[in-house]
Structure formats: C-alpha cells, structure tokens
C-alpha cells in the first residue's frame, strides 16, 4: 500500500509517498479500512517540527522511524476482529488514531463510529480529532451553558470552525476571533460577533467572557483575565502556548476565582456519537478548506503550517472514487 513517512523533523518537504507492506488483523477487536481520505491538524504539524521535544519521543528520536503521520481518517471496513459485533465488511467509519495518512489502517473498533448519513468520507475524515477537541473543551471543560458569552480565539482554523457551531449548540452568545477574511465565513456558521484581530484587540475591550476557548495564544495570562467574568474560565487549548505558560494558568486558578484549565482531547465512543448526531440533525458541518491528493501530503504540510487554514486540510487516497 502507499503511505506517507515523515523522513525528518523541521521542514514540510520531510514526506515521502512510500510504498510499504499493508497492516492487517491483529486483535480480536481489530478493524481493517480501505482508507477514502485522512485528515491533518495543528498536532501533526508540531509531530513534523519535532517541537515540542516530547514529540520526538513518539515519532523517533533522534530522527524520525517509519512514522506515518495523522490522525483522522474515513473509509471502509474491509475486515473484523472476531469479537467485533457493531461493524462489518463495508460499512462506512470515521475516527481518530496515529498514524492514518496510508491507504490501509487497522484499529480497535473502540476507536470508530459509522460515518453521518449525510457527510461524504472526505467531508467526515475532516471531523474527527478537531470536532471532538471542540466539543471536549466547550461542552466538558468550559462547562457552556445556554446564556453564557463565549469567546473563540482562532474562530476560523480546524478547531475553531467546529468550537463556534458546537458553543451555539450549547446555547451562548459567540464571539469568534479571526482575520477580517474569514469574518464572512465565521458569521455564517453561527457566531454573533466576529472581531478581527489585525484592527482590534480583543483584550483591550469593554465585553467580558464566561468561557474563552484559546487557539493562539498569542497574548498574556493577564490580558485575558482582564476580559473574563470574575468567575470566567480560560481554556489555553494551544500547543503553540507552550507548558510553562499552560502551567501558570492553571497554578493562579488555585489563588483566584477565574479558572484556567487545559485538556487532551481522547475521544471517547459517546463523543463521536455525540458528533454524528449533531452532524445528522444539520447543527454542526466540517468547514474544509483545501483537499490535496496524498502524494501532495509536503504541499498539504506547507499549508498548514502556515497557521492560517480556513477549517480543515484533507488528504485524498489515491483509488478514491
Ligand atoms: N486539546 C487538544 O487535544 C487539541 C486537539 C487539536 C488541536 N489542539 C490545538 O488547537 C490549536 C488550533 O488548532 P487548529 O487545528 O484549529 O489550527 P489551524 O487550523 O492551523 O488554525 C489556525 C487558525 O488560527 C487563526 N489565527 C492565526 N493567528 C491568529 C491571531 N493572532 N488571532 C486569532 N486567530 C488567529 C487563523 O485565522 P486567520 O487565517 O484568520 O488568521 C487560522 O484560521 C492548536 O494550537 C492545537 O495545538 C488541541
């Protein structure tokens, strides 16, 4: 099969269409897919730079070993493990795992769930691990409820998209940060107030946020604790932020009443179920920028890390139809 190795760390041109022997069943609870198109998000982009250093604990150190990037995927279960009930042969499934930009992957059924009825397999491989760290961070840590003035930094990337249509799910007011062109985009998918971040700055106006859902990271603890509520909670949910400053927030939330807490998003069964039922009612859609062919996987790299993606980057298989 083909797939795409990470070759070394720093550069997008680091990727390399190989081709290596396919994966088959291991487990009895295994899943095998003729995979239809997978995903890239900020996390790969940090796995492809090697920084933060832990990261070349899991791709390899000192230089990377055989790693196959991403972690989102859609396609079609062509085998199961004998203890697998709730999927067969051809059903259609989503999930995120490591290692899913390859034409053929296997995992525990755990990790899957069946495609929304109305979204294609490159629409749903673009769901996964971004949706489901929105919906962790605004339904589970940000603890949004219906009423609540919710700010969304970086409105308009992977995570974002999805944080604005999932806090409006929860009922609060939306005010969505971005670039003024993007404003049109974010609106549209249900914010209230769009501010853009190169004509103002958000921490320097009067509004104050119940929950703000950080993707950037790109100002000072102290900024927005300026514009919380007094019992407001800040979510740095940016690897770009870094441990030191993750740790200061949560550390001044033992002394103040403001609370700032991180998370990992694990998606767990009832999330994806959670997902696919908002996707199948029409309250939630993948907003997908651009699709490359997964021998473009550098190009698709290059873009990303340029850190200004509208929604979502999907890799295409090659015998997708
Ligand atoms: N907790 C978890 O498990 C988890 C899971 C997934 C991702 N994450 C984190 O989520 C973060 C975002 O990931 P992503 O996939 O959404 O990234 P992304 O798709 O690359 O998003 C980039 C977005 O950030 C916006 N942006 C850039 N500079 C900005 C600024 N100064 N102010 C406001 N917005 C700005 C860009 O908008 P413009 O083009 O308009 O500038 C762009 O839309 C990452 O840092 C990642 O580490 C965490």
Known sequence: ???????????????????????????????????????IHAGDVFMMRGVPVFT??????????????????????TAVGD?????KPGDRVYGTFPHTCAEVVVTRATKLA????????????????SA?????????????????KVLINGASGGVGTYAVQIAKVYG??????CSGK???????????????YTRQDFTDGEARYDVILDQVANHPLAAYRRVLTPSGRYIPNSGHSGMPFILKSMLASIFIRQQASTYFAEPKPRDLAALTQLIEAGKLKPIIDRTYALAEASDAFAYLNEGHARGKVVLIMPDAS
């Not at 203890?83 to 999927?87: E, G, I």
Request: glycine letters at 8%.
């Open 132 to 148: 489901s760290a929105a919906l962790i961070g605004i339904r589970d840590v940000g603890k949004v409820r219906s009423g609540m």
């Open 1 to 39: 099969m083909k797939a795409i190795i990470q070759t070394a760390y720093g550069s997008p041109g680091t990727f390399e269409l190989r081709e290596i022997p396919a994966p088959s069943l291991k487990r009895p609870d295994d899943v095998l897919i003729n995979v239809h198109a997978a995903a």
């Open 172 to 177: 609060a007011e939306v005010t969505g940060v």
């Open 114 to 129: 069946h495609v929304p009825s109305n979204l294609s397999l490159s629409e749903a491989a673009a769901v996964p691990v």
């Open 83 to 87: 203890r697998v009930t709730q999927l």
């Open 182 to 196: 993007n404003e049109v985009l974010v609106r549209s998918i249900g914010a209230d107030h769009v501010i853009d």
């Open 56 to 77: 070349r604990f899991v791709v390899g150190f000192p230089t990377p070993r055989n790693y196959i990037p991403g972690f989102d995927v859609a396609g079609v279960v």
